[in-house]
């Protein structure tokens, strides 16, 4: 198993940024696949960005490319998601999650941080 932790949240004008954490604790981190998702009230929960095992390789929702980055520090056992050029429609409560499987179910998830951009 892996414990996930997410912090860096905050409050952010729009056009500024933040940068989240994952801090991982638990099985060996370079084992999990590490995605970030988000939830806005009254939405679903929504795929945000997901990097591989080695970092070699990244994955982003439409409404994050360019803005966002994923990256890991396997080393730190630490997952981030930089976040430039935030809009108010970014807002919502960010979650890291890891995947063990290669089969994009994940089954460890943080608690969450909420961002929050105003206009």
């Known amino acids: 198993q892996v414990q996930l932790v997410e912090s860096g949240g905050g409050l952010v004008q729009a056009g500024g940024s933040l940068r989240l954490s994952c801090a991982a604790s638990?099985?060996?981190?370079?084992?999990?696949?590490v995605g970030w998702f988000r939830q806005a009230p009254g939405k679903e929960r929504e795929f945000v960005a997901r990097i591989s095992r080695s970092g070699a390789s990244t994955l982003y929702a439409d409404s994050v490319k360019g803005r966002f980055t994923i990256s890991r520090d396997n080393a730190k056992n630490t997952g981030y998601l930089q976040m430039n050029r935030l809009k108010p429609e970014d807002t919502a409560v960010y979650y890291c999650?890891?995947?063990?499987?290669?089969?994009?179910?994940?089954?460890?998830w943080g608690q969450g941080t909420q961002v929050t951009v105003s206009s």
């Open positions: 999650a890891a995947d063990g499987t290669g089969t994009l179910r994940y089954a460890y």
């Open positions: 638990g099985r060996t981190f370079s084992s999990y696949v």
